[in-house]
């Protein structure tokens, strides 16, 4: 029986590359979406009903649609970063000026809110 001995290799190979890139996006967004319910993190559901999280407050908007809305994740990372730039008088802290979280945490969340 004749083998092709980089065969199973090959395609080991490949289902790894398949599956790497779609599991690592996966996890940002469910990093995401852990600070963003962490009321010692992003405790954004204090002011914004978001899917899936609980005792949500009204203050803000609830966020949905996001992606439709702010197609831009820079945009996006603008407001979490610091919403007073848009809105001076906005009751939304500003999350990374004021060193609540970091860039990386910030972009975890972007993640995770582009996926309501
Ligand atoms: C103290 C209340 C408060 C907290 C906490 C808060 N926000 Fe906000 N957020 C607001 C308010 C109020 C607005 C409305 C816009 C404004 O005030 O400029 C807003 C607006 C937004 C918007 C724009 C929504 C839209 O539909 O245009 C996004 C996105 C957002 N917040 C994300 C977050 C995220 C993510 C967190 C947690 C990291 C968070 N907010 C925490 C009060 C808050």
Redesign the pocket.
Same mark, same amino acid.
């Given at each position: 029986m004749t083998v092709f001995p980089c065969k199973p290799a090959l395609l080991i190979a490949l289902a790894l590359i398949a599956g790497t890139a779609p599991a690592r996006a996966q996890s940002n967004v469910a990093a995401g979406e852990k &600070?963003?319910f962490d009321r010692g993190? !992003?405790? %954004?559901l204090? %002011?914004?009903v978001i899917k899936g999280g609980d005792l949500p !407050?009204t #203050? !803000? $908007? *609830?966020?949905k649609d #996001?992606k439709a809305?702010?197609p831009d994740r820079d945009e996006?990372f603008a407001?979490?970063f610091d *919403?007073t730039k848009?809105?001076p008088?906005?009751?939304? $802290?500003p999350?990374g000026r004021n060193r #609540? &979280?970091t860039e990386q945490e910030?972009n975890a969340?972007v993640d995770f809110?582009q996926t309501l």
């Open positions: &600070l963003a993190k !992003g405790n %954004c204090t %002011c914004h !407050g #203050i !803000g $908007p *609830e966020l #996001i809305k702010y996006l407001i979490i *919403e848009r809105n008088q906005t009751m939304m $802290p999350f #609540i &979280l910030i969340i809110l």
